[in-house]
């Protein structure tokens, strides 16, 4: 990194060509991959709520409305050094692999947001410190290297002024001149954006806009929600051409988490702690371990480390046609309706059975972390390799032992789960309900003083 001036304590420059961010953007195929990078630094910085969404908003810049995608969360925020590591290249990766936080390769934020969009802004705030940053191919076009404007303030008394630790007064007002002059953000937008801070104290802004188009109009469609409790009611942002992923042995054509950001995010983490809102409306995390019917967990031991497989058959996936095993890292989803054993090769074998494993111990060989940048898949190793074979044994062991293969059953036939589960809108505990108790019948927000449920 480099200097703009010599008196910067900080570097907010980088020599890297400007091209890099259009080049970058092809790590994520997949556009949800994209906002997963998102996501994920909410989920670290300890975060209770995110919200996602895509709004239009007048832009005095373009004299037109635009819309713009913002990403906002109530995590501990980042001081100076944190946000000017975040949108900068060259940074080393931990030694270990800590399982606690879901980032771990740098590069998340800088491919995620420019997949998403041309130009973003974030807006972070710590009890003690603000910051704001500018990542733009609109800022950066034409020159020869990548600029990364960052202003950043520090707490004295009751204010906020320039901290001349991390920046020079004369670079403060350059990178703040810079963030008005070539984004929609002026003083009183900022000034706006930073009054959702009040009461919160702490979080973090994220503001992506130039879209990624789609012939005449946007890569993205959404919706905005309405007051109601059916699922047409509920927001939701889609990937406009409905196109389904690629994945071996896959017959069904309703797979909706390819293409529903709400589907996604209702099975993107293990344990979802987050309360996460799509265009306004609250995401309801579907738990798959805890949706099956004939469910069975097995404990055991593969390449000497300990490893948890639960397998079962879902009926809304059993409708659906899908099968497969959802992988997980760090607690965050990385490969979903991986389909092993016979299931690659039959159709009708493995119908509606869905496995759930969390591979974080076995995909680290004590120097490397075994997963792809782009957190949609795993390195093709021999760790992988022998754990593939292993899913389809227990796989094959499971569907035997629990299903005749020659009696596929009626399409009318159901797999009610073994235990109907609900989560607390406060602690986010998950509660069992009452045997016979129907879970349609439950309010829109649930707490765990109400009844009709088994404390576990």
């Not at 703009?4 to 195929?29: E, M």
């Not at 590591?85 to 270990?96: E, I, Q, R």
């Not at 984004?183 to 009054?195: A, C, H, R, V």
Request: glycine letters at 8%.
């Amino acid at each position: 990194m480099v200097s703009n001036q010599n008196n910067d304590r900080l570097q907010t420059s980088i020599r890297t060509h400007p091209s890099f961010l259009n080049i970058s953007q092809g790590t994520h195929v997949w556009m949800f991959s994209a906002i997963a990078e998102l996501v994920d630094n909410s989920r670290d910085a300890k975060a209770t709520t995110l919200d996602i969404s895509v709004e239009d908003f007048y832009s005095k810049k373009d004299g037109k409305s635009i819309p713009m995608m913002a990403v906002i969360d109530d995590g501990h925020g980042m001081p100076h050094q944190e946000i000017n590591k975040m949108l900068s290249l060259g940074h080393t990766m931990p030694d270990g692999d800590d399982p606690n936080y879901i980032g771990r390769f740098g590069v998340g934020f800088k491919t995620g947001a420019m997949r998403i969009g041309q130009d973003a802004i974030v807006i972070t705030q710590t009890t003690n410190t603000r910051s704001i940053g500018f990542l733009s191919q609109s800022f950066n076009s034409g020159k020869d290297n990548l600029e990364v404007p960052i202003v950043s303030y520090r707490r004295q008394g009751s204010v906020m002024e320039v901290d001349t630790t991390a920046q020079s007064e004369a670079r403060a007002n350059y990178n703040l001149a810079a963030i008005k002059d070539f984004s929609p953000f002026d003083e009183y937008f900022i000034g706006e954006k930073l009054g959702l801070f009040h009461g919160k104290v702490t979080g973090t802004q994220i503001y992506v806009w130039n879209l990624e188009k789609w012939g005449a109009g946007y890569f993205l469609e959404w919706k905005s929600g309405n007051n109601g409790n059916r699922s047409m009611d509920e927001g939701n942002i889609l990937i406009r051409s409905r196109r389904l992923r690629s994945r071996p042995g896959k017959i069904s054509k309703q797979v909706p988490l390819d293409y529903s950001l709400r589907s996604y995010m209702e099975v993107i983490f293990l344990d979802p702690r987050m309360k996460i809102f799509v265009q306004g409306s609250l995401v309801k995390a579907r738990p798959l371990a805890k949706s099956l019917h004939n469910t069975v967990v097995l404990n055991e031991t593969l390449m000497e480390k300990p490893v948890q497989l639960t397998l079962g058959r879902c009926q809304l996936e059993y409708e659906r046609k899908n099968s497969g095993i959802f992988l997980y890292w760090h607690g965050r989803l990385i490969e979903a309706y991986k389909r092993v054993g016979n299931m690659a090769h039959n159709a009708d074998t493995g119908r509606g059975v869905i496995g759930v494993i969390d591979v974080t111990n076995l995909m680290y060989n004590g120097k490397n972390v075994l997963v792809l940048n782009n957190k949609q898949g795993f390195q093709d190793c021999e760790e992988y390799a022998e754990l593939e074979e292993w899913l389809s044994q227990k796989l094959d062991e499971y569907w035997d032992e629990n299903y005749d293969a020659l009696d596929l059953g009626a399409a009318s036939e159901l797999y009610k789960p073994d235990h109907e589960w609900v989560q607390c809108d406060k602690c986010r505990k998950w509660r069992i309900l009452s045997s016979g108790f129907d879970n349609k019948m439950l309010p829109q927000e649930w707490y765990t003083f109400m009844s009709f449920f088994i404390i576990i």
